[in-house]
């Protein structure tokens, strides 16, 4: 299993497991024409969680959206985001807990 495999399948047992948007079993239930942003995302989220200053959750959370969210179709050129504004970008919604797994994948604990 490569490196990315192991934060995919450790994002799918932390955060997909728990998210508004899987079912009872924690499987997702996005249809074919949506997308999950953290995990389409996830190659670019783990490179900026990996040059970012640990300590420094809102450097962190600027550079997300400096380089994943400006890719994201949800956003417009103005900055704004009709599902950051209606808390359903797994994304933002997530940003902790999935620092935290990616460390945790960084750390050997998962």
Known sequence: MDV???YLKAIEENVCSICVDSNEN???T????EVCAVQYFLPEIVSVIHSS?????????QRLKEIVCVNCRAQTDSGYCYLR???????D???MLIIETI???DAGKI
Do not use: A, I
Not at 53 to 61: A, F, I, K, V
Not at 85 to 91: F, G, K, T, V
């Open 93 to 95: 919604r997530y940003f």
């Open 85 to 91: 504004e209606d808390s359903n970008c797994s994304l």
């Open 4 to 6: 990315m495999e192991k």
């Open 53 to 61: 200053n640990p300590d420094d959750l809102q450097e962190c959370y």
């Open 26 to 28: 924690g499987k997702c």
């Open 103 to 105: 460390q945790k994948v």
């Open 30 to 33: 996005l249809t074919d024409k």
